[in-house]
C-alpha cells in the first residue's frame, strides 16, 4: 500500500475521534515522517508506538489522544492480522508464563534500576494503582491504597501475611509496622528482593525469591497487588488452588489487578517493551479460576484512580529525567512517557479496569462488609473486627 492511500485511511479513522493530523489542538497528533501512516496500519499498537518511540510523530498530550483513540474504539475499526490471530490462539494453547519464562519480565522491567522507579514513585515506591477516595496526592493515594487493603483483610496483631508480588515491599512494611502482621513477600525481580531485606530489616517481614508455584505454608491472610497480570490464563487454576491451599479455613484472600472488558489479543508494544508475556485477566476467566474454590465477598473497581496515579507518575518521571538522563537514552525518555501516558488514556477511557476482589474459602458467617473509606489512623487496629 502506498503512502498516500494509508495516509488517507489513517486521517480519516482519527477524524472519528475527533483529531486532526498536524492540528492545532492538544490530542492533535505531528507527524514529521510519512512512514508513520503505514506502521500503523500494518503494525496496529506496535506499529504506532515503534513510530513514536522513533520520533515520527509527536502529541503535546499522550493521555488525550489515547483516551479519544480508545472512546471512539478505533482499534476494532482495524483488521486482526493472520500473524496477530496467530498469536492469540497460540496464547490459548501454549503456556507462555511457564515457571522458566515467568522470571523474564522481572529481568526486563522490574529490575531496570532502582534509581528510576525511586525517581517516579511516592517515597514507598508503591508500583500499583493509588487509592484516590480522600486523597490529594500521590502519596496520600499510596497510603490510603495499602491502608484500605489491610482493613479489607481485616488484618490484626500477629497474623500471618502472604504478599504474593510484593514488589519493594511498602504494603508488608506497612502490614507489619501499622497492623503487627508477621510478613512473607515473594519476588521474582532480583532488585526488589533485596530492597526488601534491606527496608524491612528489624521487622517481622521476611522476602522469598521465588515463583508462586513453590510458594508452601499457611497463612491467615493473603493478597497479591499488581502481580496477577504475569501469570496468565493458562495459570490461573493453578494460581488459584495455590492460594486455596495456602489459605487457612477461616482467611481472606485479595486480589488487586488491572483488568480487561474483554478477551482478545494483547497489546503487542506493551508485551514487548514493558511487560514481555503479560495478560490482563477478564471477569469471566477470573470468575472460572475460582469456581469451585473461593466465595467472592467483594468485587471493587476503581479503575478510573490508575489515570490519576500514572499522571502523578508521569509528572515524577518528567521532573527527575534530567538527573536520569546520563543512564537512558532519548528512546527510552520516549519509551517510557508513552508507557505511562498511553496506561493513563486507557484507563480514563475506561477500556481497562482495576479490581480490588475479595474471597473468603467458605463464605463469611453473617456477611462481609468492604470498607471504601479509609479509617483516620488511630482507630486502624482496635476498630478491626470480622467473624470468618
Not at 503512502?3 to 498536524?22: F, P
Not at 522476602?207 to 504475569?230: N, P, W
Not at 479490581?355 to 453473617?366: A, C, L, T
Request: glycine letters at 8%; proline letters at 2%; charged letters at 25%.
Amino acid at each position: 500500500m502506498t503512502y498516500s492511500s494509508a495516509k488517507n485511511i489513517i486521517t480519516e479513522l482519527l477524524k472519528l475521534a475527533g483529531i486532526t493530523i498536524d492540528g492545532s489542538a492538544r490530542y492533535d497528533i505531528q507527524v514529521h515522517n510519512e512512514k508513520f501512516y503505514t506502521a500503523v496500519l500494518n503494525g496496529r499498537e506496535l506499529g504506532l508506538g515503534e513510530s513514536y518511540m522513533d520520533g515520527w510523530w509527536d502529541c503535546a498530550h499522550l493521555d488525550e489522544f489515547f483516551d479519544r483513540v480508545l472512546s471512539a474504539n478505533l482499534g476494532k475499526k482495524f483488521k486482526i492480522s493472520k500473524l496477530l490471530f496467530l498469536k492469540f490462539f497460540f496464547a490459548k494453547i501454549i503456556n507462555f508464563q511457564n515457571k522458566h519464562r515467568a522470571w523474564i519480565v522481572g529481568k526486563k522491567h522490574y529490575d531496570l534500576s532502582d534509581d528510576l522507579f525511586r525517581a517516579m514513585l511516592d517515597s514507598n515506591m508503591n508500583y500499583t494503582c493509588g487509592y484516590w477516595k480522600d486523597a490529594k496526592n500521590l502519596e496520600e493515594a499510596q497510603r490510603d491504597k495499602v491502608d484500605l487493603v489491610c482493613q479489607k483483610l481485616f488484618l490484626k496483631p500477629g497474623m500471618r501475611l502472604l504478599d504474593i508480588g510484593c514488589g519493594w515491599g511498602a504494603l508488608a512494611k506497612h502490614a507489619a509496622l501499622e497492623y503487627g502482621a508477621q510478613v512473607t513477600g515473594v519476588t521474582i525481580s532480583h532488585n526488589q528482593f533485596e530492597h526488601v531485606k534491606k527496608e524491612c530489616r528489624g521487622l517481622p517481614v521476611k522476602v522469598q525469591l521465588q515463583d508462586y508455584r513453590d510458594i508452601g505454608g499457611q497463612f491467615d491472610r493473603i493478597c497479591s497487588l499488581g502481580m496477577f497480570e504475569h501469570v496468565g490464563a493458562s495459570n490461573y487454576s493453578t494460581y488459584m488452588q495455590i492460594v486455596r491451599r495456602c489459605l487457612t479455613n477461616d482467611g481472606l484472600f485479595l486480589l488487586h489487578t488491572i483488568g480487561d472488558n474483554d478477551e482478545g489479543p494483547q497489546n503487542e508494544w506493551m508485551a514487548k517493551y514493558i511487560f514481555p508475556n503479560g495478560v490482563l485477566p477478564t471477569i469471566s476467566l477470573i470468575s472460572k479460576a475460582t469456581e469451585g474454590l473461593f466465595v467472592m465477598e467483594d468485587w471493587h473497581n476503581f479503575g478510573a484512580d490508575y489515570d490519576k496515579t500514572l499522571m502523578a507518575w508521569q509528572q515524577n518521571f518528567q521532573e527527575h529525567w534530567p538527573a536520569l538522563k546520563s543512564s537512558y537514552d532519548e528512546r527510552f525518555y520516549r519509551l517510557w512517557n508513552y508507557y505511562l501516558l498511553s496506561c493513563a488514556g486507557s484507563f480514563r477511557a475506561r477500556n481497562i479496569q482495576l479490581w480490588q476482589i475479595v474471597f473468603s474459602k467458605e463464605g463469611v458467617r453473617n456477611g462481609y462488609q468492604a470498607p471504601r473509606t479509609v479509617m483516620p489512623t488511630l482507630n486502624r487496629i482496635q476498630d478491626l473486627s470480622v467473624e470468618c
